[in-house]
């Protein structure tokens, strides 16, 4: 990963943090006025996921090891990386460990 895909990936992270906040924060508010369904329940669970992976991943920008399969050592791509911010896997082993646990 270069430098600059690095950059990208903080600001676009980081920006994703703080309006992923903004909308648990509208949520809260909605939530006073309207009782909460399932569905309203199920969306704040997982968009607190996608913040925890979010800020999982931000902590581990610095690390050298970030954006780097685990299994082969590839370069994750920083589209991934940016669909799945939590992945320590890429696409190929990812796909490979799925398969494996399909296998009864
Ligand atoms: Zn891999």
Do not use: Y
């Not at 931000?58 to 911010?85: Q, S, T």
């Amino acid at each position: 990963m270069t430098a600059a895909d690095r950059r990208t990936l903080f600001r676009t992270f980081t920006e994703e943090i703080a309006s992923t906040l903004a909308a648990l924060d509208r949520f809260a508010e909605f939530q006073e006025e309207a009782s909460g369904g399932p569905a309203c329940t199920n969306w704040r669970q997982d968009t607190k996921e996608r913040l925890a992976d979010l800020r999982a991943a931000v902590n581990r920008m610095d690390d050298a090891d970030f954006g780097v399969c685990r299994e082969c050592g590839e370069d994750i791509p920083p589209r991934r990386l940016l669909a799945v911010p939590g992945t320590t896997l890429c696409v190929a082993c990812k796909s490979e460990q799925e398969h494996a646990l399909a296998i009864p």
